[in-house]
Each structure stands twice: as structure tokens, then as C-alpha cells.
């Protein structure tokens, strides 16, 4: 078999050997090359000291506590940021990692001679192979004692050694093993033993920091496979640790609209999303999760009312627990809150679509399309027709210029301080939110003369009653806008 591992892996590897060090590409890279994947990043094993190795690469640093050296190579892994200065290559010293005393990280590493004693301590057989260059380069010699060849060959995934000893160390390996299958897709399986061993000792993942959960969750969810992954994690028990939330919906029947149960619409929701960012993703499958809490009545009239909003409070709570950067927590419960949009073509006005953008924001409107699209395909009862949404775009793009924001109104605050002589103060506020209410009604008003001349009308009214009047501005259309999303789901 021709591998072709790149220069700058090769050029780091002869360092390593002139110097008299053994020095192996070992874990997921040697992985990916036998299946004839691209390897995302690439590491190297070797017994030189972190100290040797530092010594060896000018341009080298401890990537970490347990004595990682990254080595700065030249640019070479396809998909990383046009115009970086250098790329890293892991260079890590032949290890045992002991002691898992939390389930969580090992307390120490221990640094070993042999390359054997390293590829015991990985956690999968396909992971565990090592592979260097021999001769001109042209040819590899590969090292493999526990034969992962053979598991990739056959599509296992199975541990080194007991699964049930691998799994005691550490429980994050169930959720990599589960993650390996969804990346890894057709043909695929978690051999017997491993699957049985992940099963007894699923509960043990309640030990495992909340941070390294969500990483190999959001790997799951943007896998090739992220339906079939998360239906593994619930069937193995590990679910109930990550989103218990989820499980609700486990065996909830719906209604007219919906020929799945709760827990299956959200995850062919999940699989259908086009979206590969992991906030759209994670809103997909997380769009439903409040209607078991909502749900109304039985059979083919249930209704699931406020389920959106409960929905989006859920979904603030769940990713926030595992740890999601704010940005995250908050673009996927927006999305969540606004996933029932009501739209039909010759039904809705201009208005109410500027409305939406006003919830939504213009930069969210591809996302939430995102949803809804996961939406609608997972739902095994096509009820929108594409051209709609299609048609939605058109309007959304056709309305993105009109105001829909006060700092899009054609005068500021400071203009009815200096052209209508007001005070400062909180009135200035509540008269531009009077007037973008009206803009977005009819946007041929924003016009400087026009607004300020309304202005002048406004400000003889008292601050409440100011305030009063934009909402009702604002809530009579948002009301209307609902009664149509409770009409159209009236079953929802
Ligand atoms: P990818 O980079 O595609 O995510 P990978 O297999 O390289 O997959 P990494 O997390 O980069 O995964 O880990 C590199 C290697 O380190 C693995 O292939 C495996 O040999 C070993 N490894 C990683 N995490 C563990 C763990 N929790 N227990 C045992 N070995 C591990
Ligand atoms: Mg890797």
C-alpha cells in the first residue's frame, strides 16, 4: 500500500531518528491512512524525553501538562485558516497513563520504554498502531500488536484489552467509541464485548467533566452519522448523562402533522439539518424537546402549545450545563424560540416579515431556515413545500434593507434633542421605539421630515403611554402573527 505521509511529518520523524530516538505517526492519522481517510492532524511517538525533543526543534513548546511537545512545521494540513504562519505536529513521549482514581483524566503519566507499553494504553485497536518510513521513504513498516488492522478491516471498533478494565480508567472512551461509529458510518459496529462493557458501565460517564462530554458530543452531532449516533448513546444508557431532556420524548406520539414520535422527529431533524455549524445542529435536534412537557391531550388532535418557548429555556439550560460558550447557548435557544414561524406565500405581508427579521436579526435568518428545513424533512410528513421557503427568502431579501432596528431609522436620538429642543432622557428611547413600530408597519415613513414632525406630535405624551403604544404596536401584530402559527399547527 502507498501512504503518502506529508514532508514536514517525515522531515520531523528524521530528526527524531538521526538523533538516534525511535519515532512512529501513531493514533488516528495511521487510522485514517489504512481506511484512506485524510487525517485532520498528526501525531508522533517517540521515546526521546519531552526535554530531548524540545531541544531537537528550535521551534517547539510543551503543548500541555503531561509533556506534549508541539513542533512548528511549515503549513501543510488542508482546511486550517488561509495565510497561517505554521502548522503543529504532536510529538509525545512513550507513556502509560495511570491512576484514572475520577474517571476523568489520569492523575499521572508515566513515561515508558518501549512502543508496545504505549500502544496498550491507547483506547481503541485502530488506534493503536504505530508507522514509520523505511528506507528512501517510499515504504512504511507498521507496528500493530493488537492488530487493528484486522478491526479496520472488518469495521470493529473494539478496546485494547478488556473494555471492561478500558472503560473503568476512563468512561469518556464509551462516548469516543460511540463517537468512532457515528464518524465512521456504514458497515460500521462497536464489536460485542466492547458494546456489552459500555452498557454496564454507561452510568460511570456521570463522572466525566462536563467539557469533555461536550466535545465528543458536538462531534457527534456533526458526524456523517449524528442520527445513528445519538440513537446509540440512549440505547447504551449514556444519553440519560448527556441530555436526559432528550429522552422524554422517547415513545411520545404526536399528532395529525407527524407520523414520528417525539424523540425520532428531533433526530431526523438533526440528520436532515443542511447546516454544518454545530449551533444550528444542536438547535435542530433540540427544536421539540419541550413538547413532551407541553403536550395536551391524546391522538391525532394533541396540541403542544408554548412548546417553542419552553423549548428555547430548555435548550439554555442543557447547553449550558455541558459547558457551551455563551454564543452557542444563545444562538441555538433563538433558534429553538423561533423555529415555528409562520409562513405562507400570498398570506403574508411585507410587515410581518420585517417583524420576524426584528426577532430573529438578518444574520440568523439562514440558520433558522436551516432548522426549518431539518424540520420539515424530518418530519416524514412533508407539509411545506420547498418553494415556500424558497419564496420566504425572496421576501426576507427583498425587506433586508427596511429598518427593522432603531439604529436604522433615518434620525438618532441626538436629532430630536437638537431639532425639537427634548431633554435627554429615558422619553428620547421611547419615542424612536414608537416610530420604528410604525416604520416597520410602512417603511416609506422613514424619512427624516416626516419622523421628526411625528416626533413632535409624540412628545406631548406621557413616557407611559409612550411605551404603551409601541407595544401595542408591536404586541397587536406579534398576537396576529401567533393566532396564524396556532392556526396553521392547530394541532401543534
Ligand atoms: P481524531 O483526531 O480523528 O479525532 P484520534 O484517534 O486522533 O481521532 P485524538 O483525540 O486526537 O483522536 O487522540 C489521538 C490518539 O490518542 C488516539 O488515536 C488514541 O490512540 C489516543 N487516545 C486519545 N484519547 C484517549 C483516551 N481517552 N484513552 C486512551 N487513548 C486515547
Ligand atoms: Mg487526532
Known amino acids: ?75 501543510f494540513l488542508t482546511g486550517g485558516k488561509e495565510g497561517r504562519e505554521h502548522d503543529i505536529v504532536e ?47 517510499s515504504d512504511v513498516e507498521t ?13 470493529v471498533i473494539r478496546t ?41 458501565h454507561a452510568d460511570s460517564l456521570a463522572r466525566v467533566s462536563h467539557e469533555r462530554i461536550r466535545d465528543e458530543f458536538s462531534r457527534i452531532i456533526l458526524s456523517d452519522h449524528p442520527m445513528e449516533g445519538v440513537e446509540l448513546l440512549r440505547t ?11 429522552e422524554e420524548g422517547f415513545g411520545v406520539t404526536q399528532n395529525l402533522h407527524h407520523i414520528y414520535t417525539v424523540w425520532e422527529h428531533n433526530l431526523r431533524a438533526l440528520s436532515t439539518c443542511p447546516s454544518k455549524k454545530l449551533e444550528v445542529r444542536l438547535a435542530a435536534l433540540l427544536h421539540d424537546v419541550a413538547k413532551p412537557r407541553t403536550k395536551r391531550g391524546e391522538g391525532y388532535r394533541a396540541t403542544f402549545y408554548n412548546h417553542d418557548h419552553v423549548g428555547a429555556r430548555m435548550t439554555r439550560t442543557i447547553l449550558t450545563r455541558l459547558r457551551y460558550p455563551k454564543s452557542v447557548v444563545e444562538k441555538a435557544s ?36 436551516d432548522v426549518r428545513i431539518g424540520d420539515r424533512l424530518g418530519s416524514g410528513v412533508p407539509k411545506a413545500k420547498p418553494y415556500k421557503l424558497r419564496h420566504l427568502e425572496y421576501m426576507i431579501d427583498k425587506v433586508s434593507k427596511d429598518p427593522v432596528s432603531v439604529g436604522m ?38 424619512v427624516r421630515e416626516a419622523l ?3 416626533a413632535a406630535a409624540l412628545a406631548n405624551e406621557e413616557i407611559g403611554a409612550l411605551r404603551e403604544l409601541a407595544k401595542e404596536k408591536i404586541e397587536e401584530k406579534r398576537e396576529a402573527d401567533d393566532a396564524k402559527i396556532r392556526k396553521a399547527h392547530w394541532v401543534e
Open 452 to 454: 421628526l414632525e411625528r
Open 160 to 200: 485494547v484489552g478488556s473494555p471492561d478494565e478500558r472503560f473503568g480508567e476512563d468512561a469518556l472512551r464509551m462516548m469516543r467509541a460511540v463517537r468512532f461509529f457515528a464518524e465512521l458510518g456504514t458497515g460500521w459496529q462497536i464489536e460485542n464485548d466492547t458494546l456489552e462493557a459500555i452498557r454496564k
Open 236 to 246: 447504551t444508557g449514556l444519553l440519560r448523562h448527556i441530555i436526559p431532556e432528550l
Open 409 to 446: 431609522l433615518a434620525i438618532k436620538g441626538t436629532d430630536l434633542i437638537e431639532a425639537l429642543g427634548l431633554e435627554p432622557g429615558p422619553i428620547i428611547g421611547a419615542i424612536l421605539d414608537v416610530l420604528l413600530a410604525e416604520v416597520i408597519e410602512d417603511p416609506s415613513r422613514n
Open 1 to 75: 500500500m502507498d501512504y503518502k505521509i506529508p514532508t514536514p511529518v517525515i522531515e520531523t520523524l528524521k530528526t527524531l531518528t538521526e538523533a538516534g530516538f525511535e519515532a512512529y505517526i501513531v493514533g488516528g492519522c495511521v487510522r485514517d491512512l489504512i481506511l484512506g481517510r485524510e487525517p485532520k492532524d498528526w501525531d508522533i511517538t517517540t521515546d526521546a524525553t519531552p526535554d530531548k525533543t524540545l531541544s531537537l526543534f528550535p521551534d517547539s513548546f510543551y503543548e500541555n501538562e503531561f509533556g506534549t511537545v508541539g513542533v512548528k512545521v511549515v503549513p
Open 143 to 155: 507496528t500493530d500488536p493488537f492488530d487493528g488492522a484486522g478491526s479496520i478491516r472488518d469495521k
Open 91 to 137: 510529538v509525545t513521549t512513550y507513556r502509560t497513563e495511570s491512576g484514572y482514581t475520577d474517571s476523568r483524566r489520569p492523575d499521572a503519566v508515566t513515561f515508558v520504554s518501549t512502543l508496545h507499553e504505549d500502544l496498550a494504553r491507547r483506547d481503541f485497536t485502530m488506534n493503536a498502531i504505530a508507522m514509520r518510513p523505511v528506507g528512501d521513504g
Open 334 to 369: 433563538l433558534l429553538v424560540d423561533q423555529h415555528l414561524f409562520y409562513y405562507n406565500v400570498g398570506e403574508v405581508t411585507e410587515a410581518s416579515v420585517r417583524r420576524l427579521i426584528r426577532r430573529v436579526g438578518l444574520e440568523n435568518m439562514d440558520d433558522l431556515m
